[in-house]
């Protein structure tokens, strides 16, 4: 497989850390005679070729003025150079300039082409609520006014450390540093704080995000099994669009990715249902379908629906991995009916049929309750035959899988032998391998030898498999899965009686 060299993965476990981006002097409030610009800023950068072209740019047009006290022209210039060039570290903290590439990166090319700096202003404040723990720090902000405490440079510092935001060194945020003031700055422009204080405009913050402080106040007041409930229908609605979702697949859903959570479910409808209906989360149908195809009356019974405010809610509410390091082209593809991706896999075209066993591996895995974390080749680069990528998930414990989709009429033992080397590398303890087609015997046979030999398990879907998927969802696999898990157990049964025989 090629391209395998392209991922890193740190340690065990994805950092998860509440970072606080570096401002430095990228603040809309400095300088004082001709504050930053983001367009102006980012035509600078984009115009200039290479970094020092791009810190020569920044100080010429900012910076000219700076460094006034210094006693001679060379040492003004250093300074100014040394400004211009903080301005490139905070773009690249804020994520709109790449500091390796020396170029824009997308999100400060969708800014650049905006025709109206205000327009380009409230994309940027929607990007730190979302994408920079904004929705969070406004929260502890809102939370210190409300109690009457006084909110300024140190007590803020104060309580972003205590709720564990750290720089980005993994360091405590100083006092005497203005960085979480400057990210404010960004907010103010955008009117969601106002000008001087720190009130929040809340019908500017819903009209960014679709969600105000007390939405992510009430997610994250959330029972555990309210929240894994409501992101199993968050998950569904982002793979499926708005739907009526049996009660009965998203308890098997549910039972499934959270066991320890979802232990008791005989007062489902009381304890989860009609809490998530009465805050507004989703709405809950007793439908004559329901009953007819088997899914009974009673707390498992009927559809439920997400609402506006599930489907607006910042997924980090919910504990729940959102899309964000899925390419763009994928995302937009995962609604589609599952049958039309399945035609699409027929293609004559590479480049359509790539395009659709991506969006089928990343459709599958979002809805088992992981998250798509990188990938290892994209199906265009190899006829559209195949995919490769690397999955996380975090219930009980944590736990990452390798993951391969093939377009293919037969799967032989080779690419099971060629994953359980790659899981070695990249530590993980789970391997999927996603077929069109069926898997020889002797795929089968090595697949439960690694199960009695290791502590690495192998889960095959074959077309079989993809046909269940297509008849039931999600809860058809999980099914299929309870199974396998049931093999395993008594594959291992005697193997057990040994270990404990020769401890003994």
């Not at 027929?346 to 359509?352: A, E, F, I, P």
């Not at 979002?366 to 998930?393: C, K």
């Not at 696999?477 to 594959?491: D, H, P």
Request: hydrophobic residues 40%.
């Amino acid at each position: 497989m090629g391209g395998q060299g392209s991922l890193e993965l740190g340690g065990e476990e994805s950092d998860h850390s509440l970072v606080l981006p570096i401002a430095n002097d990228f603040s809309p409030g400095a300088p004082a005679k001709n504050p930053i610009s983001l367009p102006v800023v980012l035509k600078l950068v984009n115009d200039a070729s290479g970094r020092e072209a791009q810190v020569e740019a920044i100080r010429v047009h900012y910076f000219l003025d700076a460094a006034a006290k210094q006693p001679d022209a060379k040492g003004r210039h250093t300074q100014q150079r040394q400004l211009a060039s903080n301005v490139l570290i905070g773009m690249d903290s804020f994520k709109v300039y790449n500091e390796e590439t020396e170029k824009l990166t997308l999100l400060g090319e969708r800014l650049l082409v905006e025709p109206l700096e205000v327009e380009a202003d409230r994309l940027f404040a929607k990007h730190i609520l979302l994408g920079l723990h904004g929705i969070e720090i406004l929260r502890i902000v809102r939370a210190m006014a409300s109690s009457g405490r006084a909110i300024n440079k140190t007590s803020l510092a104060e309580e972003l450390n205590r709720h564990g935001f750290v720089t980005k060194a993994g360091t405590p945020i100083s006092t005497s540093s203005k960085n979480h003031l400057i990210y404010l700055l960004w907010l103010r422009k955008a009117g969601v704080l106002a000008p001087t204080g720190y009130a929040i405009n809340e019908d500017v913050l819903k009209s960014l995000v679709g969600m105000s402080i007390d939405d992510a106040n009430k997610a994250i007041e959330l029972t555990g099994r309210q929240k894994v409930f409501a992101a199993a229908l968050r998950r569904d609605l982002d793979v499926n669009g708005a739907r009526d979702v049996f009660v009965k697949d998203l308890r098997a859903i549910c039972q499934a990715t959270h066991p320890s959570v979802f232990k008791r479910t005989d007062d489902l409808r009381k304890a989860v249902i009609n809490p998530l209906v009465s805050d507004g989360w989703l709405t809950h149908s007793e439908t004559a379908g329901g009953r007819s195809q088997g899914r009974g009356r009673g707390g498992g019974s009927g559809t439920v629906r997400a609402t506006e405010q599930l489907a607006s809610v910042d997924p980090t509410y919910l504990d729940l991995a959102n899309l964000g390091g899925i390419p763009g082209e994928v995302r937009r593809h995962l609604q589609r009916p599952i049958g039309q991706i399945m035609d699409e896999l027929k293609s004559g075209d590479t480049g359509v049929k790539g395009l659709a066993l991506e969006t089928l591996a990343v459709r599958i895995l979002y809805e088992l309750g992981l998250t798509p974390v990188a990938f290892r080749e994209r199906g265009t680069q190899n006829d559209g035959a195949e995919v490769d990528l690397i999955a996380e998930g975090a219930d009980t414990h944590f736990h990452r899988w390798m993951v391969q989709c093939k377009n293919m009429p037969k799967v032989h033992v080779s690419a099971l032998a060629k994953e359980i080397g790659m899981a070695v590398i990249y530590r993980a303890q789970v391997i999927l391998i996603i077929t069109t087609g069926v898997f020889t015997s002797t795929v089968h046979l090595h697949a439960r030898q690694l199960a009695e030999t290791s502590g690495h398990q192998a889960i095959l879907i074959d077309q079989d498999g993809l046909a269940l998927y297509l008849a039931e969802g999600v809860a058809g696999l999980f099914r299929q899965f309870e199974q396998r898990a049931r093999a395993i157990l008594e594959w291992k049964a005697p193997q057990r009686g040994v270990q404990i025989e020769e401890l003994g």
